[in-house]
């Protein structure tokens, strides 16, 4: 990992610069650095999420079974001795915080990624290396190939789309968007997010509105439904809505039925792997509103819920649009 303190009119240059050593560490020292790292972090796992990682393991090395997707998952297992993060798929191998530049403005504390060529800012108190690890995380979750990847065929948001993003933490799949978005609404409730969404949103902040609220199916001093939040002459005109908020997407669902039920041009992307049955009450939630609904590709194992058990996989997103009379 490399960090540079600079503005940005000299970043290109810098980067390129980096990219040349990078790869003669990765000649000589192949994947020895990224091995260490990955080492450490095995090393900061406790006995118990450590013996509940073998557990999984093991379960999926038993398993007998055609399913080309859970194969995919015990191959994975079976040439790897370490944790897979959440995505248990050989696509996360490519992924290396030793990839990734930090840089900084003159007088500014956030430190800021180079993303599709924008830039993508994180919270003050973040050192780089956790910029780096947590923005490698983002790059694994947006993989074609990840669980959790939004976009898809006839999920990507078009020119002058109005796109709102629940949930929004760094704001990096409306980011994707900003250019061609017609207005982006980001929630987000995390204080430690608000500064560095302004940051990254500047360039566009005519048409980016920050919403400091949590999205629900009640409407008080902290909590909004889409429903009432959207005056109903706006509500036809969403065209996307993506929520990733922590197990409360069903709530959400619940308090934007006047959005569901009337709204004929919107597309949702869901996250269905905080709970155990998320993926089915969402799927038979849009169902019921006339929504055609697919899963992401593959599954994720969710470590972090210690109530998991057999066969501990989950969907990561369920995508969900209209049916077009």
């Given at each position: ?9 000299n ?20 994947y ?9 972090l ?8 450590f ?7 093991n379960y999926?090395l038993?398993?007998?079974?055609n ?9 994975y297992f ?8 959440w ?5 996360t ?7 990734i ?16 060529n ?28 990840s ?9 990507i ?39 560095a ?7 566009w ?12 199916n ?33 709530k ?9 039920a ?26 019921k ?8 590709k593959?599954?994720m194992?969710p470590?972090?819920?210690k109530?998991?058990?057999e ?15």
């Amino acid at each position: 990992m490399r960090v540079a303190g600079t503005e940005h009119k000299n970043w290109s240059i810098e980067m390129n610069l980096s990219h040349k050593i990078k790869d003669c560490i990765r000649w000589f020292v192949p994947y020895g650095i990224i091995a260490h790292r990955r080492t450490k972090l095995q090393a900061t796992l406790d006995e118990q999420n450590f013996q509940f990682f073998r557990t999984i393991k093991n379960y999926f090395l038993s398993l007998s079974t055609n399913d080309p997707e859970l194969l995919e998952i015990i191959n994975y297992f079976k040439t790897f001795n370490k944790f897979p993060y959440w995505y248990p798929y050989i696509f996360t191998r490519k992924y290396h915080t030793l990839d990734i530049d930090v840089f900084s403005d003159k007088g500014v504390k956030t430190g800021y990624v180079i993303h599709k060529n924008k830039r993508l800012y994180f919270p003050e108190k973040w050192d780089n290396e956790s910029i780096c690890a947590y923005y490698n995380m983002m790059r694994m979750e947006q993989d074609k190939d990840s669980p959790h990847c939004y976009e898809a065929d006839n999920f990507i948001p078009q020119e002058n789309d109005v796109i709102v993003d629940i949930g929004a933490a760094e704001g990096i799949w409306a980011l994707d968007y900003a250019e061609k978005a017609g207005k982006i609404y980001l929630f987000e409730c995390d204080r430690e997010w608000i500064k560095a969404l302004k940051k990254t949103f500047e360039p566009w902040k005519e048409k980016v509105v920050i919403v400091r609220k949590y999205v629900s199916n009640i409407d008080d001093e902290k909590n909004v439904t889409l429903d009432n939040y959207f005056k109903m002459e706006e509500r036809d005109g969403i065209n996307f809505i993506k929520a990733d908020i922590e197990g409360m997407e069903i709530k959400l669902l619940e308090g934007s039925k006047a959005i569901l039920a009337n709204n004929k041009n919107l597309k949702l992307l869901i996250c269905s792997y905080h709970s155990k049955n998320d993926a089915v009450e969402i799927t038979n939630i849009l169902k019921k509103n006339d929504f055609i609904t697919e899963n992401s590709k593959g599954y994720m194992i969710p470590y972090f819920d210690k109530s998991l058990e057999e066969p501990y996989i989950r969907r990561g997103i369920i995508r969900g649009r209209k049916i077009i009379i």
